[in-house]
């Protein structure tokens, strides 16, 4: 489908006319490469065509959408709309089970209770025994939790397409700015207190943009370790980020 149909006449985006076949291919590459950034994490069922899809579409949108006056780069806030409309694209599938969401949960909570109980970073054996299980039974249930938490990380981030707004004179709410401001870095600081190994892949995953197995061939390990690694810091932020973000999970 050609999602740019009809609108190949030259547009205007803030104060520069821009054309949109000529953004939509310059960037076409951006969504591909977030497409497969992404896919190293979901289920199998999930198809790389249809994120691509939804990305060209949040693309799309992106172009229309633009303000350069609001001085983020066209390519940043490109990122943002893709980004978003694969996740969307996602959930609307609603690929994951409720079960998956209670155990990712449960494993937030068990971390909760034993840092809070020990003064330290809670071990893998300390929470497969508070939850009675083996650590073959836990390791699966944090690849799982990773599939589940793969996209939290974006909802705690505080990035959303929806706050950057285009209307003219509009602002938004000093309150408003001052909450996300406080949560971001809320964020930092629980990232940066992280165990070495599982700070390292989000850095490596999130801020350099490696996939899971390039990570894993520069820590030495698979990409099923990586990914397990992953889901442990991702769970262990929400656990430590509990004032913050709303667990509930309707069963």
Not at 82 to 87: D, H, R, T, V
Request: aromatic letters at 6%; one cysteine or more; proline letters at 2%.
């Amino acid at each position: 489908m050609n999602v740019v149909a009809g609108y190949s006449d030259a547009m205007s985006m803030g104060n520069e006319p821009l054309n949109y076949d000529e953004l939509m291919t310059q960037h076409a590459s951006l969504v591909k490469r977030i497409a497969y950034h992404l896919m190293g994490r979901l289920p199998s069922n999930i198809q790389q065509d249809d994120l691509i899809q939804a990305g060209l579409v949040g693309l799309f949108e992106a172009i229309k959408g633009y303000d350069s006056s609001r001085g983020a780069s066209f390519e940043t806030y490109a990122r943002i709309r893709i980004q978003g409309a694969m996740i969307d694209e996602v959930r609307r599938g609603d690929w994951t089970p409720r079960s998956v969401y209670r155990k990712s949960r449960q494993l937030s909570e068990a971390i909760r209770k034993i840092e809070e109980r020990e003064g330290r970073d809670a071990k893998s054996r300390e929470v497969a025994e508070l939850l009675e299980m083996n650590l073959d039974e836990y390791n699966n249930l944090v690849s799982e939790a990773a599939g589940c938490q793969v996209l939290s990380y974006e909802d705690f981030s505080g990035i959303d397409a929806g706050q950057y707004e285009t209307s003219c004179g509009e602002q938004r709410d000093p309150g408003k700015q001052l909450e996300e401001s406080d949560f971001r870095q809320g964020l930092a600081d629980r990232i940066s207190e992280l165990p070495e190994r599982e700070r390292l892949v989000m850095a490596l995953y999130y801020d350099e943009e490696l996939n899971l197995r390039e990570i894993g061939e520069v820590l030495g390990v698979s990409e099923g370790r990586v990914c397990q690694i992953h889901g442990q810091a991702l769970v262990r932020l929400r656990a430590r980020m509990s004032d913050w973000v709303d667990n509930s999970i309707e069963d």
